[in-house]
């Protein structure tokens, strides 16, 4: 289902059909602090840096958290990457990768690079009908984010998908290309998503 987005400061977000109204999902948007790119959040305070969380509420002194899913009553939380589905989640520290991988076999298969991920994906994915966030692979023109970054990764990227998953492969390539992203930006609709690759694709150009 669609959402009607209220946006408030630093592209922070609140979607109506989840807070019931208008008045209701901008009062929400004033709860954040230090936040950005976020979504549904709701009473965070003395966090610091977050970006791109959703579904977050009532969390305490985080610090340089990224794309957090369904948080609740965290506190001491710091350093977290890759995490999925977490929930009820406390002094968590330097937690990395944290979420559920398919086994691999004892041969591992190669995990390939794509020189200037951030750059490349935005490039395929922002073309006339190229993103479909509903599946992974729609046809060889249309993909999801990962569905991309797989088929980016050339002959390896398609082995490393068949030997695990194509969330699995997504994420290793990102990682290995120099990124570490959070699995549930996978599971973006094709507006959150776009607008975060094109961010991270600017980012990397501004530093280059």
């Not at 298969?109 to 009908?129: K, L, N, R």
């Not at 002959?155 to 030997?163: C, D, Q």
């Amino acid at each position: 289902m669609s959402k009607t987005w209220v946006y408030g400061d630093n592209n922070n977000r609140a979607s109506i059909e989840r807070w019931g109204s208008e008045e209701k999902a901008r009062e929400s948007l004033k709860t954040l602090t230090n936040c950005s790119y976020c979504s549904d959040c709701s009473r965070c305070y003395s966090c610091s840096g977050c970006s791109g969380c959703s579904g977050c509420f009532d969390c305490f002194g985080c610090s340089r958290c990224s794309d957090c899913s369904r948080c609740y009553s965290c506190s001491r939380c710091c350093s977290c990457s890759g995490c999925c589905d977490c929930s009820d989640c406390f002094g968590c520290c330097d937690c990395s990768d944290c979420f559920d991988k398919k086994s691999i076999e004892s041969e591992s298969p190669e995990i390939p690079i794509i020189e200037d991920i951030h750059c490349a994906v935005y490039q395929a994915a922002s073309q006339p009908d190229a993103l479909d966030m509903e599946s992974w692979h729609t046809c060889g023109t249309t993909h999801c984010r990962g569905g991309w970054v797989v088929t980016l990764a050339g002959e390896a990227g398609k082995k490393l998908a068949e030997a695990t998953s194509t969330l699995f492969a997504a994420v290793q390539i990102y990682k290995a290309s120099g990124y570490k992203i959070s699995p549930v930006r996978f599971f973006d609709d094709n507006e959150p998503a776009m607008a975060d690759m094109k961010r991270l694709a600017e980012e990397s150009t501004d530093a280059n």
